[in-house]
């Protein structure tokens, strides 16, 4: 018997980590995050809202697609916490489906340092206090 197929990534403002793979999950499960469709512990429950809720504040808050505010320290935080998700995941649903891993693992931008001093405004983030999209 083969195992339905989840996708693991956030998407800004989706609310969930789990999305259909395959036509069958998605005749099963329907389209959009499917997290709530499916059984899965308190600690792995709540530890996807933290991470849905870090995530929406990865990009820029005053021009998206400039470099994010994210210090190499919160990335190393988030990806290490997005890693024990997919592992309560994979460890909770993994009987039934086969989850790909589709999330990007975020590293401090290069650019960063001088987009700062060009914007004196801002300030590199440790942690996540807002979101940076709705």
């Known amino acids: ?22 036509n069958e999950t998605r005749e099963e499960l329907g389209l959009g995050p499917v997290d709530e469709k499916l059984f899965v512990s308190k600690p792995a429950c709540d530890l996807r809202v933290q991470l849905d809720f870090e995530h929406s504040g990865y990009l820029n808050p005053l021009y998206p697609p400039d470099p994010s505010l994210w210090t190499q320290t919160l ?29 990007q693992r975020y590293c401090e931008d290069p650019r960063l340092g001088e987009y700062l001093e060009n914007n004196a405004g801002l300030a590199a983030l440790n942690e996540v206090d807002a979101p940076t999209v709705g």
């Open 75 to 103: 990335c190393d935080r988030f990806n290490a916490r997005v890693d024990t998700l997919l592992g309560l995941l994979r460890h909770e649903l993994g009987a039934s489906y086969d989850i790909v891993d589709e999330q």
């Open 1 to 22: 018997m083969t195992k339905s197929i989840l996708r693991f990534f956030f998407d800004y403002g989706a609310g969930g980590c789990l999305w259909a793979g395959d």
